[in-house]
């Protein structure tokens, strides 16, 4: 069996409607053969309206230990979630700087100068014929707070640990 040729190639116009251009393509795909035979030249208007980017805040790129691992904008879950995982950080690092130090040998390092042999601090005062007290010193956060006198727990813990493990830069948008 052959292929149908179609006779003539069909002109549409703009006035004869979609009906006719219905008509028209499914007779041509009937035919197997699509032609065009002229293009209608119409001056088209078209109206461009242009849509203002979504502000979505100013975009930061985030470091993981020191290296870029990627950029989030100011107002997005993903900032939100890394800065709460620093947060904990943070916390956890607070927490240990406030605990109670129960290790006597560890109490006598904190509260006297220089090195020492003293095993406990009721061995340091009973040698040194000082009265029993409560050591001044009973957390890391009271003796870093000797040490770093202009600094607050949060900077203490980023100071005797290092930083977090996120940090952002803020990216300028070209």
Do not use: C, H
């Not at 007779?27 to 209608?40: F, G, M, P, R, T």
């Not at 208007?45 to 985030?62: C, M, N, R, W, Y």
């Not at 979630?81 to 006598?108: M, P």
Request: aromatic share 8%; net charge negative; charged share 25%.
């Amino acid at each position: 069996m052959g292929r149908r040729k179609a006779s003539e190639p069909q002109v549409l116009t703009v006035e004869e409607g979609i009906d006719s251009l219905l008509d028209s393509v499914v007779e041509n795909v009937l035919e197997d053969e699509i032609q065009i035979s002229s293009i209608v030249e119409d001056e088209l208007t078209v109206e461009i309206s242009s849509v203002e980017p979504e502000d979505k805040g100013q975009l930061f790129a985030v470091y993981d230990n020191g290296e870029v691992i990627a950029s989030v904008y100011e107002n997005s879950e993903k900032l939100d979630e890394l800065l709460q995982y620093n947060k904990k950080q943070l916390d956890s690092r607070i927490s240990f700087l406030s605990a109670v130090i129960t290790d006597e040998a560890e109490l006598v390092r904190l509260n006297v100068k220089g090195g020492t042999n003293y095993s406990s601090w009721r061995q340091y005062l009973a040698q040194n014929g000082l009265t029993p007290s409560e050591p001044p010193i009973k957390t890391l956060f009271n003796y870093y707070s000797v040490l770093y006198t202009d600094m607050g727990i949060e900077e203490i813990a980023i100071k005797v640990y290092g930083n977090l493990r996120y940090s952002f830069t803020p990216i300028s948008m070209l």
